[in-house]
């Protein structure tokens, strides 16, 4: 410690009292307060804010106040991050009826239009954030016991106490109503409706997923992946992400049986019924949008491996939202895949086998830090963070409609042509609605519509679709693994399921030796994102922007922990931690 360090006990609670009580009120007056709580902590003794500091042993007095360095050191640098200004793409203000807005929930009149009052009520409580304002919003059902209430609204305006505040990152604005993006998303989600029960390794042969290609590659503006400049079904229904479309399309990481302790994780999921799909007529979407609860979903006994589009959707349906990574994590630790390069407790492979990045320690294994249980907690403490980013990002920004309101508009303007202003011409030219038509007609004694048909009997979540909590929780736990493990590392021995999904079967593939950690990470992402869509649930730039939302998440979350670790010091085995390097979801290379 240095010499200005040794404070009387009574100068540094003293002075530690002053700082907190004057940042405090100097904080919340905006870009002033940094540098005047900068001088505070000065004012302390301890180091300026840019130099590192000391972590190691302390008196209690003295660690008491490098905890408060480094909180405010930590606060301080986030704060100094530049504000977004959260644009929105205007539709709520432009449409009057709120066609492309999230109203679910609410009171709807037989169109499915939103009750003016009510929506009012909801973007009220959203700017007051008064409870008695949210408790005063109208909702729909007629019977109270079948209501289905609003998520958690008030999470949008919570504080965390690490990494960037949940107002302090953005996304993008989502495509227009009428615009050409918004048409491919919705033309894809179509398809994906219709070809829920196509197992994901017939997509090359299947008449159905053949026209779908066909469809897709005719849109103006499909944002999905391709290959060059074609989407093939190598790429169908898949993320643009890196690795995300090498392979089988289920990630290596969903497959398997898994050490948990004593325990073993069945990554085989329960069968939701082929064929059967819901509000594909338009009184049970009405009852969907005022909120009613419908009964379960039907379910055929057993359970198999992930093969189709319905199979993830069930998956996606229930889990709890950092699922897929905790089993990740759990993988590659009892598999002992190499730790990143860098890591004060290695050895992980630099040039290859025999060449460490780092030399393990002697003495010290990982644990509480650099070790199994850092890791393992950290993947469900990054999803609470990303919880409350895009819960802000729902409800006080966006507000964008839900897929089956879209649904619900095409089939008002069938039947009512004229009452909205038309989309673009990609979805009304396209090949799918006939196809959707028709499928709506067989579940329905031969009424067709042009409805969204669902995975699930009540639809989505009572929440708005932009963005997508699993794809924001998902870009942060992967960061988080990225951060930690070798993402070159090779995946040893893939696998699919076999042709009923009981058991699993070696992948064949030509690329079945190249298969990688960092790439099946971004593939368990985007399937848990993308599954949403097979749903019916959320929109494809839901999930995109989304993943990315939730790596800048975790990006600060390592941030701030770096700040706190002993392993920065020195040099060799044990010691000189310089950060985390890992691939972001754009390719690039980051150090944090």
């Not at 929506?119 to 729909?140: H, Q, R, W, Y």
């Not at 209501?147 to 919570?158: G, M, N, T, W």
């Not at 994901?200 to 391709?226: E, H, V, W």
């Not at 839900?402 to 095409?410: N, S, T």
Request: aromatic share 8%; proline share 8%.
């Amino acid at each position: 410690m240095s010499k200005k360090q040794g404070l009387s006990s009574e100068s540094q609670v003293e002075t530690a009292s002053e700082l907190t009580s004057s940042s405090r009120r100097k904080f919340l007056g905006g870009l002033g307060g940094v540098a005047a709580a900068t001088a505070a902590v000065a004012t302390v003794g301890l180091p300026k804010l840019a130099e590192a500091v000391e972590v190691g042993p302390q008196s209690p007095i003295q660690r008491a106040n490098t905890s408060l360095l480094i909180r405010t050191q930590a606060a301080l640098a986030e704060r100094a991050l530049p504000i977004p200004a959260h644009p929105t793409n205007g539709d709520e203000e432009r449409y009057a009826t709120k066609i492309a807005s999230f109203s679910k929930g609410l009171p709807h009149n037989q169109f499915g239009e939103v009750n003016p009052a009510a929506f009012n009520a909801l973007v009220k409580a959203m700017s007051t954030g008064k409870p008695a304002d949210f408790e005063a919003i109208p909702l729909g059902s007629p019977d109270p016991a079948l209501q289905r209430r609003l998520i958690d609204p008030q999470a949008a305006l919570a504080f965390d106490l690490e990494g960037a505040d949940s107002h302090h990152l953005a996304v993008p604005p989502v495509p227009l109503y009428t615009s050409a993006e918004y048409a491919g998303e919705l033309v894809e989600l179509y398809w994906q409706s219709l070809m829920r029960d196509v197992p994901f390794t017939q997509y090359a042969t299947n008449p159905l997923a053949q026209q779908a290609i066909a469809d897709l590659n005719r849109l103006s503006d499909f944002r999905g992946p391709k290959i060059n400049g074609r989407v093939t079904a190598q790429t169908l229904f898949r993320g643009i992400e890196p690795g995300a479309s090498a392979g089988p399309l289920i990630s290596q990481f969903l497959f398997g049986t898994v050490g948990y302790g004593a325990q073993t994780i069945d990554t085989r999921v329960f069968i939701a019924t082929q064929g059967v799909d819901y509000m594909s007529n338009f009184a049970s979407y009405l009852s969907v949008q005022n909120g009613v609860q419908p009964g379960a979903p039907a379910i055929t006994p057993g359970t198999r491996y992930i093969l189709n589009g319905r199979d993830i959707a069930s998956f996606v349906h229930v889990d709890a939202l950092y699922q897929a990574y905790l089993t990740a994590a759990l993988v590659l630790l009892n598999t002992r895949v190499p730790y990143n390069k860098g890591n004060p407790y290695g050895p992980t492979p630099e040039d290859g086998p025999g060449q460490p990045s780092a030399i393990p320690s002697r003495v010290q294994a990982g644990f509480g830090t650099f070790g199994g249980p850092h890791i393992l907690t950290l993947v469900c403490e990054v999803a609470t963070r990303a919880l409350h980013h895009i819960w802000y990002q729902k409800w006080s920004v966006h507000r964008r409609g839900r897929p089956e309101r879209a649904g619900g508009v095409m089939e008002v303007l069938r039947t009512n042509p004229g009452r909205y202003p038309a989309p673009h011409a990609d979805v009304t030219n396209s090949a799918v609605l006939p196809a959707v038509f028709a499928r709506n007609a067989a579940l329905n004694g031969g009424q067709g519509t042009y409805l969204l048909n669902q995975a699930f009997p009540e639809g989505s979540p009572t929440h708005p679709s932009y963005g997508s909590g699993h794809a924001t929780v998902a870009g942060a736990c992967i960061t988080v693994l990225k951060a930690f493990f070798d993402e070159n590392a090779i995946i040893p021995n893939p696998v699919v399921p076999s042709a009923d999904g009981t058991t699993l079967v070696p992948y064949t593939g030509a690329d079945a030796g190249s298969l990688t950690v960092g790439g099946e990470l971004n593939k368990v992402a985007t399937n848990i994102a993308y599954g949403r869509d097979h749903a019916g649930v959320h929109w494809r730039g839901d999930q995109r922007e989304s993943m990315l939302l939730g790596e800048q998440v975790g990006i600060s979350i390592l941030r701030d922990q770096y700040r706190t670790y002993n392993q920065v010091k020195g040099s060799g085995p044990g010691g000189g931690f310089k950060g985390f390097t890992f691939t972001k979801l754009d390719g690039t290379k980051i150090t944090v």
